[in-house]
């Protein structure tokens, strides 16, 4: 069983940072993309940032010149970074593990919320 152990959510004010991070075992790490989605109460969930094996790097337009998505190989762990962060950007973020081809991992989400 794989387990993405997240940590850094918590409440905000507008125009704050957040730093977000996720462990991963080291047998996946290395070969996965490894991402954040987030989901906003009443709303799907979306991606926020991929970053793959290969350093390429995806952002979704709302958080793009505020969120920097980064990995450690050494540590296995990707993190995060959440600047200028506005109401809008309330939600639960998950960190996702994603493969080549098979099967996808979660982890358990931790709540973000930005509010005066």
């Known amino acids: 069983q794989v387990q993405l152990v997240e940590s850094g959510g918590g409440l905000v004010q507008p125009g704050g940072s957040l730093r977000l991070s996720c462990a991963a075992p080291?047998?996946?790490?290395?070969?996965?993309?490894m991402g954040w989605y987030r989901q906003a109460q009443g709303k799907q969930r979306e991606l926020v940032a991929i970053k793959t094996s290969s350093g390429n790097t995806r952002y979704t337009d709302s958080v793009k010149g505020r969120f920097s998505i980064s990995r450690d190989n050494a540590k296995n762990t990707v993190a995060l970074q959440m600047n200028s962060l506005k109401p809008e950007d309330t939600a639960v973020y998950y960190c996702?593990?994603?493969?080549?081809?098979?099967?996808?991992?979660w982890g358990q989400g931790t709540q973000v919320t930005v509010s005066s």
């Open positions: 080291g047998s996946i790490f290395s070969m996965y993309a």
């Open positions: 996702n593990a994603r493969p080549p081809s098979g099967k996808e991992y």
